[in-house]
């Protein structure tokens, strides 16, 4: 599969519980030494696999370090696919640490972050992409980037990348085989309907890049930034998303200087809201510090929510341009955009709307009027759907991966379509299966993998 199974390697431990204090505290010991290590801490001279031993661990001196249950798990039917143990004891941090040093001079070694995971991955007991929904699911926000990232442990996003790869092959084995046999009387290209066959597979990596984009979302979170003309209410409404006296609120105009975040779960998406200090003209040298926060946060937000005091205008129709000077709507405008028009408590005629707002919503932040519009708007405008069964957890190396998987797809359909040049075709059909190959580690180097596991956890 990836690469042949790990051999002759170290013993490896690790505490795989949080740091601190618990009523019980585990530590995961996974190599060839794994057993004759148990039996020199426990005693223990038959130990049974997948079997709980309830016993003594002590020092070659023979002081006891702890009491606790110790479970053996042989190769290959264990999480790393070598032999692995684990200790459950008392969860004292000065026991998991004196057990830790005893396994070390028995033979093991420290674990290197995600270590045990990169070892799974190494004996073919998962692929790169269920190793990486480990550290996903344990790093989860909220209860629908755990299912994500659960789907994508059980193999629901392999899956997809597996279906797609299996049918690039197959076309680009048609392909070759036209080229290779070019004195066959039929033809390949046009018989076998490769360019019908080439769209559809365009068609479901777009469809699994979509999934990937919205998993990515939903495991990272979303970053909207507030931002508007002073007194717009931003602080209000910031206080109403999170439930919270965040944000200070008065009437005087530029009372926020500086940025304040706040994540707030909505619908399942951790989404990191940011108050800015309100965008306008000013020989104030603190407020213009403030307002270069804010167009600084632009840069890195992905949704901004323009507010607007609906009471302070007359017009129906309002231009952003007319509210901002053109730099400062320019940098809104870079990114999905909602017009919300606050204070309509306050209007006794039509509610104003900001025509270059691809969505306008209407609510009084202070009464806390239509703020669940609003939050459904926020999911709307990055094309998210939460809800759905068939998501799961992604990274942005999978979603370039695609990414380069589709353009090198929609390349080749251009050749084909345009140049009945197969043998471009070929080559671009090459490069996507190259591509996407990389997502659940066919050809992955080494740098990559100590990048992708560095990050995990130790016990992982």
Request: net charge negative; with cysteine; aromatic share 4%.
């Amino acid at each position: 599969m990836h690469v042949g199974p790990a051999s002759d390697t170290d013993t490896i431990c690790a505490i795989a519980t949080p740091p601190g204090r618990g009523g019980v505290g585990g530590i995961r010991i996974s190599g060839p030494r794994a057993l004759a290590i148990a039996k020199q801490l426990s005693s223990i001279t038959n130990i049974a696999p997948r079997t709980a031993h309830f016993s003594s661990f002590k020092t070659p001196d023979g002081e006891l370090v702890d009491t606790g249950l110790l479970l053996f798990f042989a190769t290959p039917r264990s999480f790393t696919g070598e032999d692995v143990v684990e200790l459950q004891t008392h969860g004292s941090p000065i026991v998991l640490n004196r057990l830790l040093a005893e396994i070390c001079g028995l033979g093991g070694r420290l674990a290197e972050p995600g270590e045990f995971s990169k070892r799974a991955f190494l004996n073919n007991k998962l692929d790169l992409v269920q190793a990486e929904a480990i550290s996903d699911l344990i790093n989860a926000n909220t209860e629908t980037a755990a299912k994500n990232a659960q789907n994508s442990l059980q193999g629901a996003f392999s899956s997809h990348v597996n279906g797609l790869l299996a049918k690039i092959i197959g076309l680009r084995v048609l392909v070759e085989a036209a080229i290779d046999f070019p004195e066959e009387e039929v033809d390949f290209i046009s018989e076998l309907d490769v360019q019908t066959q080439l769209n559809t597979i365009i068609t479901e990596t777009e469809l699994t890049l979509n999934q990937a984009n919205q998993g990515q979302i939903i495991q990272e979170g979303l970053t909207v930034a507030l931002v508007g003309a002073p007194n717009a209410g931003k602080s209000s409404l910031l206080n109403q998303l999170c439930g919270l006296d965040k944000a200070i609120v008065t009437d005087i105009p530029g009372t926020t200087r500086d940025t304040l975040e706040t994540v707030v779960n909505i619908k399942g998406v951790p989404v990191t809201f940011i108050d800015t200090a309100g965008l306008r003209l000013t020989d104030d040298v603190i407020e213009q510090a403030g307002i270069q926060r804010a167009v600084n946060t632009l840069e890195r937000a992905q949704l901004v929510l323009f507010l607007m005091d609906a009471s302070a205008t007359s017009e129906q129709s309002v231009s952003l341009f007319t509210l901002l000077p053109s730099n400062l709507a320019e940098a809104c405008l870079a990114h999905p955009f909602i017009g919300v028009s606050n204070k309509i408590d306050l209007l006794d005629g039509p509610i104003p709307q900001i025509q270059e707002a691809t969505t306008n919503v209407s609510i009084a932040a202070k009464m806390g009027l239509n703020i669940e519009g609003l939050k459904q708007a926020i999911i709307d405008a990055v094309g998210l759907h939460p809800e759905s069964e068939h998501l799961f957890s992604a990274r942005q190396r999978h979603i370039s991966a695609l990414q380069s998987t589709l353009s090198a797809l929609k390349n080749g359909f251009v050749q084909l379509q345009e140049h009945a040049a197969s043998e471009l075709l070929a080559e671009d059909l090459r490069l996507a299966q190259q591509a996407i190959n990389s997502i659940t580690g066919e050809f992955t180097n080494d740098d990559l993998l100590g990048e992708i596991f560095s990050s995990f956890c130790i016990g992982k």
